[in-house]
């Protein structure tokens, strides 16, 4: 899956004007976008602002906080505001859904 988000725009996120990471930023921005595929229950949609926003701000922050644990620091798997500006995307379910 090649990532949809620009590489530029996430590398403009995290004020970068290297090549150096490219490969690494490239799979960050395919996780952040799989990743909200996964939390929404639809399908990413980089023309859909909101999304592009959540996926840099999400790719921006692993390329950032790249171990998944941190001593004497308090840390979270996914960066404050992600999820609101999913939720109006997500797929509610309520009650029991029969196969």
Known sequence: ???????????SQLN?????DDVLLTHKLEAAELWIANYTGVEFD???????????QLAAYWYEQREA????????????????LLSPYRNQ??????D
Do not use: C, I, Y
Request: charged residues 10%; glycine residues 8%.
């Open 93 to 98: 379910v309520t009650g029991h859904v029969a």
């Open 46 to 56: 980089a023309g859909n602002p909101a999304m592009t926003e959540a996926a840099l």
């Open 1 to 11: 899956m090649a990532a949809q988000t620009a590489l530029t725009l996430l590398k």
């Open 69 to 84: 644990a941190s001593f004497g620091l308090t840390t979270a798997p996914v960066p404050f505001g992600v999820r609101d």
């Open 16 to 20: 970068l004007d290297h090549n150096l």
